[in-house]
């Protein structure tokens, strides 16, 4: 079954208001990335944490990786109707081979 | 400075039918990975090939499907005998190396089935 899980699944919100989406994995993984897929189009990598603890900004948008490096948010700041989309998680699972096991996915509807 | 290539687009073909999907990658990647996402769903892993050897295949379904990355070429997912529940849409992404590299993703093929 699906050993990287998003929360939540669904999120609208009026423009200007933050969104956060949290990802959590059942084993450890050696990295994670975000990607974004717009409606109708196809997944675009935004960044990828290695480090346990680690914090990177992207203007309004703010990912962790967690102590454990089982889990990992990306969080953004006033959200604008440009952020549409779904958000995915995705890292390599230990054990798991090379390849990329991706999250369930948030969708995010923005709302004027 | 061409991205990963997929085509066709958009595929329909009548059940029992043969679909070919194709996938160039990024100049100077060897890497590429197929997945299958099903509306309002995530990726789901299928196959992780280098040029001529298939790494791993552990998301392909045990018949009917098939992928191969031949020395000279796009990579081909092949679907023999399609059904109704191969509706999908199927992704491609490439890397110049495995594992910790982000993936480069194609524009998908829209795979309906009749």
């Known amino acids: 079954g699906q050993q990287v899980m998003q929360i939540p699944q669904y999120q609208h919100v009026q423009e200007g208001e933050d969104f956060t989406t949290y990802c959590n994995s059942s084993t450890t993984l050696s990295n994670i990335q975000w990607y974004k897929q717009r409606p109708g189009g196809h997944p675009v990598f935004l960044i990828q944490?290695?480090?346990?603890?680690e914090v990177k900004k992207q203007k309004r948008l703010t990912f962790q990786f967690g102590e454990a490096k089982k889990n990992s948010s990306l969080h953004i700041t006033a959200t604008q109707t440009t952020d549409v989309g779904t958000y995915f998680c995705a890292g390599k699972l230990t054990g798991g081979g090379n390849k990329l096991t991706f999250g369930t996915g948030t969708q995010l509807k923005v709302e004027l | 400075n061409a991205g990963v290539m997929q085509n066709p687009r958009h595929l329909v073909r009548r059940r029992g039918q043969e679909a070919r999907l194709r996938c160039s990658p990024m100049?100077?990647?060897?890497?590429v990975y197929w997945y299958r996402q099903l509306p309002e769903e995530g990726l789901k892993f299928m196959v992780y090939?280098?040029?001529?050897?298939?790494?791993?295949e552990s998301g392909m379904p045990k018949e009917r499907f098939s992928a191969e990355f031949p020395k000279e070429g796009p990579s081909i997912l092949r679907i023999q005998q399609v059904v109704r529940g191969d509706s999908a849409a199927y992704f491609c992404?490439?890397?110049?190396?495995?594992?910790?590299?982000?993936?480069?993703f194609g524009d998908g093929t829209r795979l309906s089935i009749l």
């Open positions: 944490l290695v480090k346990s603890g």
């Open positions: 992404a490439s890397s110049p190396l495995s594992g910790n590299q982000p993936q480069h």
């Open positions: 100049k100077g990647h060897s890497h």
């Open positions: 090939l280098q040029k001529e050897n298939i790494i791993d």
